[in-house]
Nanobody, 123 residues
Framework: QVQLVESGGGLVQPGGSLRLSCAAS????????MGWFRQAPGKEREFVAA????????NYADAVKGRFTISRENNKNALYLQMNSLKPEDTAVYYC????????????????WGQGTQVTVSS
């Protein structure tokens, strides 16, 4: 089992940057593929990015491709999401998630979830 805690959210102006972090408990972090999802007010939760067990493969939603970068440091049990060129439509609660089956954009395959961190992009 793994517990996840996100941090790094906040208020940023359009065009700005934020770096989200996700701290994972346990000694088997490298056994989990990881993902970031987000949920905007009044909308369903959606896929943002995913990364494989050791970071060799990554996948992004079209809406964030070229602006966001997912990465991980297994020796620190940490997952990151670097967000650049932020837009108002990026405003959402961002969640990190873990699954043992492999890196995927399918929400239902993720077993463990953090509590989320709010990102607000506004002038």
């Amino acid at each position: 089992q793994v517990q996840l805690v996100e941090s790094g959210g906040g208020l940023v102006q359009p065009g700005g940057s934020l770096r989200l972090s996700c701290a994972a408990s346990g000694r088997t972090f490298s056994s989990y593929a990881m993902g970031w999802f987000r949920q905007a007010p009044g909308k369903e939760r959606e896929f943002v990015a995913a990364i494989s067990y050791h970071g060799s493969s990554r996948n992004y939603a079209d809406a964030v491709k070229g602006r966001f970068t997912i990465s991980r440091e297994n020796n620190k049990n940490a997952l990151y999401l670097q967000m650049n060129s932020l837009k108002p439509e990026d405003t959402a609660v961002y969640y990190c998630a873990a699954n043992r089956a492999g890196w995927t954009n399918r929400e239902r395959e993720y077993e463990y979830w953090g509590q989320g961190t709010q990102v607000t992009v506004s002038s």
